[in-house]
């Protein structure tokens, strides 16, 4: 059987999963969640934005902070490759699927060139299923056949 490593993230957080196989009349697989990850940049801008209330930020600011998100994306995509390519080091590891909004997949797409030879295949799927807990994730993938 292929081992298969899933990666479920948005600009906030991320988690990485192992595939494991059981005998169980109602799943054929389980996902072990191996990494969990969350932006400490995009959390601290929230944290801030909340304290400076509730208007509507003015047209000067939006262009910045509109950079500052992308930058902090490409930052959190860089810091999860890494934390896959760690993860894949250290397993045998046939398959990754990675599972993100369209654009953050775009972006994690920008720095996953570093996974190509860790992994036989990669597949992506653009879909933001990163709320979803362990059990909802596993029923997902295994009614889409992705597992």
């Known amino acids: 059987m292929e081992r298969t490593c899933i990666l479920v993230a948005d600009r906030h957080r991320a988690r990485l999963f192992e595939v494991e196989p059981i005998e169980n009349r109602h799943h054929r697989y389980r996902l072990d969640e191996k990494v969990d990850l969350v932006n400490v940049f995009s959390s601290r801008a929230l944290k ?5 209330g509730r208007g509507s930020p003015s047209r ?7 950079r500052e998100d992308m930058e902090e994306g490409r930052r959190f995509a860089k810091e999860i490759v890494d934390q896959v390519r760690d993860f894949g080091k250290s397993q045998k590891l046939d398959q990754l699927i990675m599972i993100a909004c369209p654009q953050f997949l775009g972006t994690l797409r920008e720095h996953s060139q570093t996974l190509q030879h860790m992994f036989a295949k990669i597949q992506d799927m653009p879909k933001e299923l990163s709320h979803l807990s362990s059990a909802e994730l596993r029923e997902y993938l ?3 056949e992705m597992i």
């Open 142 to 144: 295994e009614r889409h």
């Open 60 to 66: 000067e600011l939006v262009a910045p902070r509109q």
């Open 48 to 52: 801030e934005e909340d304290g400076r």
